[in-house]
């Protein structure tokens, strides 16, 4: 059975940096467009970026510039490395896998995280 799990979240400060993980276990993340998601209270969970299996990124214009993707397919691990980090990147934070991109976008992943709160303090 496939699962994925996030890790590395936590209680930060505005400014401070905080490094994501997504660990992938029973699937071969070579096969998968990988993205991470958030959800912050009250909201609708949001992309805010994505690698594709070839390794082209894509960032929302509200994390662009502050994080970076990127994907270690011989661990199976999925990273955020999130820096300059402001009170409205708070959220819980999903890691998710898709057959595409595409599909990344619709929010119709295959495989689904559980979630890593991120709490930014002003």
């Known amino acids: 059975q496939a699962h994925l799990v996030e890790s590395g979240g936590g209680l930060v400060q505005t400014g401070d940096s905080l490094r994501l993980s997504c660990a992938a276990s029973?699937?071969?993340?070579?096969?998968?467009?990988m993205g991470w998601y958030v959800q912050a209270p009250g909201k609708e969970r949001e992309l805010v970026a994505h690698?594709?299996?070839?390794?082209?990124?894509y960032y929302a214009d509200s994390v662009k510039g502050r994080f970076t993707i990127s994907r270690d397919n011989a661990q199976n691990m999925l990273y955020l490395q999130m820096n300059s980090l402001k009170p409205e990147d708070t959220a819980v934070y999903y890691c998710?896998?898709?057959?595409?991109?595409?599909?990344?976008?619709?929010?119709?992943?295959?495989?689904w995280g559980q979630g890593t709160q991120v709490t930014v303090s002003s």
């Open positions: 029973g699937l071969t993340l070579d096969n998968y467009a």
């Open positions: 690698i594709s299996s070839g390794g082209n990124t």
């Open positions: 998710a896998a898709g057959r595409s991109v595409g599909a990344l976008i619709r929010g119709r992943g295959n495989y």
